[in-house]
T-cell receptor, first 115, second 116 residues
Framework: GENVEQHPSTLSVQEGDSAVIKCTYSDSASNYFPWYKQELGKRPQLIIDIRSNVGEKKDQRIAVTLNKTAKHFSLHITETQPEDSAVYFCAAVITPFRTGNQFYFGTGTSLTVIP | DSGVTQTPKHLITATGQRVTLRCSPRSGDLSVYWYQQSLDQGLQFLIQYYNGEERAKGNILERFSAQQFPDLHSELNLSSLELGDSALYFC???????????????FGPGTRLTVL
């Protein structure tokens, strides 16, 4: 089955600096890669996603890159703010035609933005 | 508020017992997913239902089962509970076309299960 590794497990940055979180996956059938943000005591929320036919996607201060050949994808947060502090999860999703979606999550990165 | 509701919010029970967690998806969403989040294992996908039918399985134990009813609400049944089953259980729902593919899923607030 799919195996997703996520690094680093913890990350501290100064406010205004950039943060990068990296994930690798093993199954080339994975074709969808969402990123979730989970604040303490709250539910995960989708912040950005990328499909396998796209190499990069950006939404304001957040960007995701995907290298299908190397089987890795990364989350980039620029100009970090204290409210970016949370746990971030990557996922690799296999979405076969006419069947269900199989989700495989990374182990999470706890990001702390220091004011 | 995502529009996904889960009950109960908290559940405390003893080893060997059985519990049922309930999820109501957002209005119009046909697909429901269940996840387990524990401290040492992160977020794990358990199972997906689409319009009453099981569609995908993740790391769901045989002691666990789920179903989705005609009104689209879903229940996750956990039996012969062990201490290690203590976790936060989330459900999520999404609009999903019959032909497959993926749409954003919206998570419920979760049910915190404590097994003593």
């Amino acid at each position: 089955g799919e195996n997703v590794e996520q690094h680093p497990s913890t990350l501290s940055v100064q406010e205004g600096d950039s943060a990068v979180i990296k994930c690798t996956y093993s199954d080339s059938a994975s074709n969808y890669f969402p990123w979730y943000k989970q604040e303490l005591g709250k539910r995960p929320q989708l912040i950005i996603d990328i499909r396998s036919n796209v190499g990069e996607k950006k939404d304001q201060r957040i960007a995701v890159t995907l290298n299908k050949t190397a089987k890795h994808f990364s989350l980039h947060i620029t100009e970090t703010q204290p409210e970016d502090s949370a746990v971030y999860f990557c996922a690799a999703v296999i979405t076969p035609f006419r069947t269900g979606n199989q989700f495989y999550f990374g182990t999470g990165t706890s990001l702390t933005v220091i004011p | 508020d995502s529009g996904v509701t889960q009950t109960p919010k908290h559940l405390i029970t003893a080893t060997g017992q059985r519990v049922t967690l309930r999820c109501s998806p957002r209005s119009g969403d046909l697909s429901v997913y269940w996840y387990q989040q524990s401290l040492d294992q992160g977020l794990q996908f358990l199972i997906q239902y689409y319009n009453g039918e099981e569609r995908a399985k993740g790391n769901i134990l045989e002691r666990f089962s789920a179903q989705q009813f005609p009104d689209l609400h879903s229940e996750l049944n956990l039996s012969s509970l062990e201490l290690g089953d203590s976790a936060l259980y989330f459900c999520a729902s999404s609009v999903q076309a019959e032909a497959g593919g993926y749409n954003e899923q919206f998570f419920g607030p979760g049910t915190r299960l404590t097994v003593l």
